[in-house]
T-cell receptor
Framework: SQQGEEDPQALSIQEGENATMNCSYKTSINNLQWYRQNSGRGLVHLILIRSNEREKHSGRLRVTLDTSKKSSSLLITASRAADTASYFCATGLTGGGNKLTFGTGTQLKVEL | DTAVSQTPKYLVTQMGNDKSIKCEQNLGHDTMYWYKQDSKKFLKIMFSYNNKELIINETVPNRFSPKSPDKAHLNLHINSLELGDSAVYFC?????????????FGPGTRLLVL
């Protein structure tokens, strides 16, 4: 089974709305990261949250982490058409160095 | 100016052939990675090298052999290609193996085995 599973698998919203994606994982982590992948491109790092942090902001992104529930959420506020992409969570395990285990991804479509 | 580059971008080949994918990073990073993304977009690490030394090998078949001639390059050679090898292969790099180091991804190589 996969370390990270995300839901929803796909999300379609209107421009200006907020988008929320969730990620659940199974084992103890050192950190959790979110990446974006535009169609046909490589992944781009968005934000990292450490296991001792509960919330982090970066521009229009807000990430929360609940280690007791082994879950994280990514909120994109005031979405734009350019936010259309797949979003992946990735966990860095305790003692795992920089090895990342990726989730299944959420495909976000922001319509005009 | 591309930070992490891969060649070729597309690779179509017959079953049983041997092929190589090349990766170069100009970020001065010590650590490089190969990932495989399947048709369902599931991304899984295959290998990681730090300063030209193998540090992660995720039970990948022996037909896959990475080679790191120097810190800036990590190539992937695949022998006796199989249909199931069809996927997108991503190279990535990070400053070090330390946890929390951001990984920078290349654009991917789309491999189709016929």
């Amino acid at each position: 089974s996969q370390q990270g599973e995300e839901d929803p698998q796909a999300l379609s919203i209107q421009e200006g709305e907020n988008a929320t994606m969730n990620c659940s994982y199974k084992t103890s982590i050192n950190n959790l990261q979110w990446y974006r992948q535009n169609s046909g491109r490589g992944l781009v790092h968005l934000i990292l949250i450490r296991s001792n942090e509960r919330e982090k902001h970066s521009g229009r992104l807000r990430v929360t982490l609940d280690t007791s529930k082994k879950s994280s959420s990514l909120l994109i506020t005031a979405s734009r058409a350019a936010d259309t992409a797949s979003y992946f969570c990735a966990t860095g395990l305790t003692g795992g160095g920089n090895k990342l285990t990726f989730g299944t991804g959420t495909q976000l479509k922001v319509e005009l | 100016d591309t930070a992490v580059s891969q060649t070729p971008k597309y690779l179509v080949t017959q079953m049983g052939n041997d092929k190589s994918i090349k990766c170069e990073q100009n970020l001065g990073h010590d650590t490089m990675y190969w990932y495989k993304q399947d048709s369902k977009k599931f991304l899984k690490i295959m290998f990681s090298y730090n300063n030209k030394e193998l540090i992660i090998n995720e039970t990948v078949p022996n037909r896959f052999s990475p080679k790191s001639p120097d810190k800036a390059h990590l190539n992937l050679h695949i022998n006796s290609l199989e249909l199931g090898d069809s996927a997108v292969y991503f190279c990535a790099s990070s400053r070090s193996v330390a946890a929390e180091e951001t990984q920078y991804f290349g654009p991917g190589t789309r491999l189709l085995v016929l």
